[in-house]
């Protein structure tokens, strides 16, 4: 027998975190930390290299790296990845849409079906792949919970909240 001391912090595992950053990165495009933890997350074929290439144009142009996605096939260094990059901003962009009138319980389904997050997490089988499973369908049910205790179901007052919880 054995005793747990201490684990990992809900929001601080990195499943929550990177769910929480798709969250964050579709009510502000500009939040480029985030963007950078999630662009590749499932993996969508889109290399370190490239994406500090799109940093550095983003820092050069003083631009927000979603603005240097959006417009990928523009940038010669770009050019090769431009299709899975503007694939990442065309989903951002309808899951931007989506925020403005649905709820935020609405806008995570639709997160976690468009970005196969799930999917991904599922194909790997393991215990561990099934907690963090848990972990995400976890976070659902605190956005519906906050949505009933506060009468807010919008995605920018569930983030408010989360930001309390989270540094």
Do not use: W
């Not at 995570?108 to 561990?128: F, I, M, P, Q």
Request: charged fraction near 30%.
């Amino acid at each position: 027998p054995y005793r747990i001391l201490g684990g990992t912090r809900f929001f601080d595992r990195a499943e929550i975190k990177d769910v929480l950053a798709y969250l964050c990165v579709i009510q502000n495009p500009g939040d480029d930390l985030r963007l950078t933890r999630i662009i590749n997350v499932p993996a969508r074929g889109i290399g370190e290299k490239t994406v500090e290439t799109a940093r550095e144009l983003a820092a050069r142009e003083g631009k927000a790296l979603f603005e240097i996605l959006d417009r990928a096939y523009a940038y010669e260094a770009l050019q090769r990845a431009a299709g899975k990059l503007g694939q990442v901003a065309e989903m951002f962009h309808r899951l931007r849409e989506a925020a403005e009138t649905e709820s935020a319980e609405a806008v995570y389904d639709r997160l976690l079906e468009e970005t196969g997050y799930v999917r991904a997490l599922e194909e790997k089988k393991s215990d561990e792949n099934l907690g963090r499973i848990e972990n995400v369908r976890e976070l659902k049910s605190n956005i519906i919970q906050f949505a009933q205790e506060s009468g807010d179901s919008s995605l920018a007052a569930f983030l408010d909240q989360v930001a309390l919880y989270t540094d």
